[in-house]
């Protein structure tokens, strides 16, 4: 079965860095685009990066454009996400979603990340 | 602010049919975006209710459907049940594969 499987959340201070993992199974990875949404403690959702089947294009929010750098291995099936100069707005559970233009119909547990001194 | 706009919250008898609303402009929705339709359970991932506008994947109950018009989707649910107390969010896209989603709207089942 389709398993998203994200890790390396967790507590950051302002201004570090973080890298988020997602680990897909059950599926031609190679095959779709994946995504990163956020979602803020008791908001709604955000979305944060696409990149295309084959790594080639990426897309970001304006949000985090410059500071954040999608990116995959085709080879582990997995995608990442590598997060700079962290704030505290950063603060989110963070999902991976399989080709959400098309329509995500599967999505990672999320993990969550904390930027707090 | 989202660039689709959803009301904040609906409620419904059991039973009863409601309809949440998600307003775009020329740049999404009126381009012919697809528009896709989310739920979410408190503590969860989302869940794909509505894809294509109008399409329910395999194990979607048909009280849900979706439709579009101009620069607005919709999402519809009939037969209000307990269980349909959620958020529930659009998604569609603009021009330069920036992905949007509404600022979610959370039905409550009176």
């Known amino acids: 079965q389709v398993q998203l499987v994200e890790s390396g959340g967790g507590v950051v201070q302002p201004g570090r860095s973080l890298r988020l993992s997602c680990a897909a199974s059950?599926?031609?990875?190679?095959?779709?685009?994946m995504h990163w949404v956020r979602q803020a403690p008791g908001k709604g959702l955000e979305w944060v990066a696409l990149?295309?089947?084959?790594?080639?294009?990426?897309y970001y929010a304006d949000s985090v454009k410059g500071r954040f750098t999608i990116s995959s291995d085709n080879s582990r099936n997995t995608m990442y996400l590598q997060m700079n100069s962290l704030r505290a707005e950063d603060t989110a559970v963070y999902y991976c979603?399989?080709?959400?233009?098309?329509?995500?119909?599967?999505w990672g547990q999320g993990t969550l990340v904390t930027v707090s001194s | 602010q989202s660039v689709l706009t959803q009301p904040p919250s609906v409620s419904g008898a059991p039973g009863q049919r409601v309809t949440i609303s998600c307003t775009g402009s020329?740049?999404?929705?009126?381009?012919?975006?697809?528009v896709n339709w989310y739920q979410q359970l408190p503590g969860t991932a989302p869940k794909l209710l509505i894809y294509?506008?109008?399409n329910r994947p395999s194990g979607v109950p048909d009280r849900f459907s979706g439709s579009t018009s101009g620069t607005s989707a919709s999402l519809a649910i009939t037969g209000l049940q307990a269980e349909d107390e959620a958020d529930y969010y659009c998604?569609?896209?603009?021009?330069?594969?920036?992905?949007?989603f509404g600022g979610g709207t959370k039905l409550t089942v009176l």
């Open positions: 294509g506008n109008s």
């Open positions: 020329s740049s999404n929705i009126g381009a012919d975006h697809d």
């Open positions: 998604q569609s896209y603009d021009s330069s594969l920036t992905v949007l």
């Open positions: 990149i295309s089947y084959d790594g080639r294009n990426k």
């Open positions: 059950g599926f031609t990875f190679s095959d779709y685009a």
């Open positions: 979603a399989k080709d959400l233009i098309a329509g995500a119909d599967y």
